[in-house]
């Protein structure tokens, strides 16, 4: 039994994480004070242009680069479809088919579980929304924290397969976009793989991400990553398609210069340059008055 519980230990998450794939310095990525607190997701629409989320007041802003920062561009306050209430908008994500957002609650009714995902366009009113079903009962404030896309192509390319075994296949779900939607719960760590067919959200897929907490994914193109916050010392899991299935391929500690903050938001640059690719993290305490730090990613 002594020998089992060593072999246990010695496979845990924490000692099977490997060292940072890029370089272990970063620096802060925005001003003092810009955010404040409760900046919760970001998510890159191209190489120079990335979206951010804070969760209450609900706020959208639109970052772009100022030397070797990012500032605000465009700013404005996120409402629900009928022009009401404050979306806690936990994470973002830009995808060729809009911007989306997951929302845990309402703010103004904050102890009602409200699991959704919005899109909004140019203005502050979202234009579409999807309850998620199949999630289970949580605390309203441990629902829905992270949100990613993955191309149809991917998945399709690499067999991936719902939860009934069936082969996805796109025509299956018309008028669902491009893509499927993957969503991170909080309070357990798992996935949930979404179709946004009309009004309805279709639940195909659930699977865990490897990390105890969720607080945001990230689809680099040729694997999906999950990030953990200071409650796992900030560790990051990547997932691929394996049998149909997304499993956890590997395991990394934050780069070593990164702060053990409460890192609530993760989004990696679509383009490699110089051998490397830029990676933002979101501080939802703002700690030392900064919610924006940079790093990088070794490119493959």
């Not at 794939?21 to 998510?43: C, I, M, Q």
């Not at 409200?114 to 949580?138: C, F, Q, R």
């Not at 299956?172 to 179709?195: I, R």
């Not at 049998?243 to 679509?270: D, H, M, Q, W």
Request: aromatic share 8%.
């Amino acid at each position: 039994m002594f020998i089992v519980l060593l072999l246990a230990l010695a496979v845990s998450p924490a000692q099977a994480a490997a060292t940072w794939p890029g370089d272990s310095a970063t620096k802060t990525a925005d001003g003092t004070n810009v955010f404040g607190k409760n900046l919760s997701g970001v998510s890159f629409e191209s190489q120079n242009v990335v979206w951010a989320v804070k969760n209450g007041p609900s706020t959208l802003y639109r970052l772009v680069p100022n030397g070797s920062t990012w500032k605000v561009d465009q700013k404005r306050s996120l409402k629900f479809a009928n022009g009401q209430g404050d979306p806690d908008t936990e994470g973002v994500v830009s995808t060729p088919d809009g911007l989306f957002v997951a929302v845990e609650r309402d703010n103004d009714d904050s102890d009602v579980s409200t699991p959704m995902i919005l899109k909004y366009g140019t203005g502050s009113n979202a234009v579409a929304e999807w309850d998620l079903g199949g999630m289970p009962e949580v605390d309203p404030n441990d629902g829905p924290e992270a949100i990613s896309w993955v191309p149809d192509s991917y998945l399709v390319q690499n067999g991936f397969k719902d939860d009934s075994g069936k082969t996805y296949n796109p025509s299956d779900h018309p008028g669902h976009g491009s893509g499927l939607f993957f969503v991170g719960l909080e309070a357990t760590g798992e996935v949930y793989v979404y179709a946004l067919q009309g009004t309805s959200a279709k639940l195909l897929s659930r699977f865990a991400s490897g990390q105890s907490q969720v607080m945001d994914l990230e689809f680099d193109g040729a694997k999906l990553w999950a990030i953990c916050d200071n409650n796992c010392s900030g560790r990051t899991t990547t997932l691929a398609i394996s049998s149909g299935k997304f499993k956890v391929t590997a395991t990394y500690n934050r780069p070593s210069k990164l702060p053990n903050v409460n890192l609530e938001g993760f989004a990696i640059a679509p383009n490699c340059v110089g051998g490397k690719k830029t990676v933002l993290w979101s501080d939802d305490d703002n700690t030392s008055s900064h919610a924006l730090h940079s790093g990088t990613l070794n490119c493959v």
